[in-house]
């Protein structure tokens, strides 16, 4: 079995910063892209960033300079840095990760439960 399990959400003041964790544990033989994607009340999940294995990165235009994604491939863990935040940065932050658990399998693509994330004075 393959579990995210991501931290470091709350609220925060406009122009404040967090710092979102995000760990993939269990049977796991490699994981290749991790992502943070975000869902607003209302609206439809949408990606954050993304990063490959390799630190190749990409970022939705809303959070370009503001948002930095990386990735520590020993800890299977990915990070979501996430400064001079908006009151439209609030949603659910949600981790996603391509895992293969054996040379046996192909990858699968699992999700977090999600942590909420607040901008608010």
């Known amino acids: 079995q393959v579990q995210l399990v991501e931290s470091g959400g709350g609220l925060v003041q406009p122009g404040g910063s967090l710092r979102l964790s995000c760990a993939a544990s269990?049977?796991?033989?490699?994981?290749?892209?991790m992502a943070w994607y975000r869902q607003a009340p209302g609206k439809e999940r949408e990606l954050v960033a993304a990063?490959?294995?390799?630190?190749?990165?990409t970022y939705a235009d809303s959070v370009k300079g503001r948002f930095t994604i990386s990735r520590d491939n020993a800890k299977n863990t990915v990070y979501l840095q996430m400064n001079s935040l908006k009151p439209e940065d609030t949603a659910v932050y949600y981790c996603?990760?391509?895992?293969?658990?054996?040379?046996?399998?192909?990858?699968?693509?699992?999700w977090g439960q999600g942590t909420q994330v607040t901008v608010s004075s």
């Open positions: 996603n990760a391509d895992i293969q658990r054996s040379t046996l399998e192909y990858e699968n693509t699992y």
């Open positions: 269990g049977s796991i033989f490699s994981v290749n892209i």
């Open positions: 990063i490959t294995r390799g630190s190749y990165t």
